[in-house]
């Protein structure tokens, strides 16, 4: 027997799980969504729109966000808990950390999602973790201390 709580989580689930399939009926993108709940109650939701919006960051979990932070008007969701069809990506779960959100459920794993599509984002994860110089796409710095002197201005207060 379930408790109240866990009622109330799996019911959260349940509802990223139908955006998931929602995503996929009308064609917006891959069967991958997000709800967002504070104090037991939903107060954002997303889905994966890559697809319709022809942009490859536009995650379940990413929309959720937007939507969310942009109704609330506010950069902050901390207390929050997300509920994603799937286990996030690196992309999502910076951003989710970025956002305050204390807890994460997710429905399939990344490695089981991994495995049934061949995705490639498994092979992009384990390259992110060399050094910017020796990945994929190697990064190099430019110009450092003329950015670095615009985010200390920006930081000082003169935002």
């Not at 990413?62 to 992309?91: D, F, H, V, W």
Request: hydrophobic fraction near 35%; aromatic fraction near 6%.
């Amino acid at each position: 027997m379930e408790t109240q709580g866990e009622e109330s989580k799996n019911h959260f689930m349940k509802r990223a799980i139908e955006l998931s399939r929602h995503a996929v009926k009308v064609g917006d993108g891959a069967p991958f969504a997000c709800v967002i709940v504070k104090d037991n109650q939903i107060i954002g939701e997303g889905w994966n729109h890559t697809k319709s919006l022809y942009d490859p960051t536009a995650h379940g979990e990413i929309n959720a966000i937007r939507n969310t932070c942009q109704a609330m008007k506010t950069l902050s969701l901390e207390g929050a808990e997300t509920y994603s069809s799937c286990e996030p990506c690196l992309m999502c779960a910076a951003a989710i950390h970025i956002i305050g959100v204390s807890k994460v459920y997710y429905g399939v794993s990344k490695s089981v999602v991994y495995s049934i599509l061949g995705h490639p984002l498994e092979a992009i994860e384990e390259d992110l973790k060399n050094p910017t110089d020796q990945r994929k796409i190697p990064a190099q710095s430019l110009l450092s201390g003329e950015a670095q002197k615009v985010v200390e201005e920006w930081h000082q207060g003169k935002h």
